[in-house]
Nanobody
């Protein structure tokens, strides 16, 4: 079992920055991949950024060059640095961890553990 708690969301003006954190606890040594996903009202959940145990990363085209995912070596915390925020980045952001093998960081996982989400609102 892995427990995830997100933090760092809030209200920011367009062009601003936020840093999200996802604190993991429990069987963190079993984690294979982690990632950040978001869901806006009326839309499906989508990949924002993912990272695997080898440090490889993957980003949605819409956030490339603006967002950066990182983690500590022990999978205790995963971060999402978000710069040059846009109104279209407004959504609830969720953290996910998967312990099963596979390139789960390349898409929205159909398995794993999810946090409760943190709201990010970008005003124009």
């Amino acid at each position: 079992q892995v427990q995830l708690v997100e933090s760092g969301g809030g209200l920011v003006q367009a062009g601003g920055s936020l840093r999200l954190s996802c604190a993991a606890s429990g069987s963190t040594s079993s984690i294979n991949t982690m990632g950040w996903y978001r869901q806006a009202p009326g839309k499906q959940r989508e990949l924002v950024a993912g990272i695997n145990s080898g440090g490889s990363t993957n980003y949605a085209d819409s956030v490339k060059g603006r967002f950066t995912i990182s983690r500590d070596n022990a999978w205790n915390t995963v971060y999402l640095q978000m710069n040059s925020l846009r109104p279209e980045d407004t959504a609830v952001y969720y953290c996910n961890a998967v312990t099963l093998p596979g390139p789960w960081y390349l898409r929205v996982p159909t398995t794993g553990y999810w946090g409760q989400g943190t709201q990010v609102t970008v005003s124009s």
